[in-house]
Nanobody, 114 residues
Framework: QVQLVESGGGLVQPGGSLRLSCAAS????????MGWYRQAPGNQRELVAT???????NYADSVKGRFTISRDKAEKTVYLQMNSLKPEDTAVYYC????????WGQGTQVTVSS
């Protein structure tokens, strides 16, 4: 059974930081491109960042220089370090694992507000 379980969301003030984690099970983690997507109310789900099986990272322009994606193959976990958060970063953040199949986590809420 495949599971992607996100954690680390919450309420943070503008300019603050959060680190999201996504623990994977049931997949051959080292083969998968892992990613973070987000969806704000009324908007479509959008790419935030991805990291390939070889560790190559890709970011949406809106988060470049503020967010960092990383992966720990031993722990089968992917992280998203979010710094200098803005109110427009408020969304539900979803973990994604993609190889032959495409898997999603249940999402974690991130709210940036004073």
């Amino acid at each position: 059974q495949v599971q992607l379980v996100e954690s680390g969301g919450g309420l943070v003030q503008p300019g603050g930081s959060l680190r999201l984690s996504c623990a994977a099970s049931g997949i051959i983690f080292r083969l998968y491109t892992m990613g973070w997507y987000r969806q704000a109310p009324g908007n479509q789900r959008e790419l935030v960042a991805t990291i390939s099986s070889s560790g190559s990272a890709n970011y949406a322009d809106s988060v470049k220089g503020r967010f960092t994606i990383s992966r720990d193959k031993a722990e089968k976990t992917v992280y998203l370090q979010m710094n200098s958060l803005k109110p427009e970063d408020t969304a539900v953040y979803y973990c994604n694992g993609r190889w032959v199949y495409d898997y999603w986590g249940q999402g974690t809420q991130v709210t940036v507000s004073s």
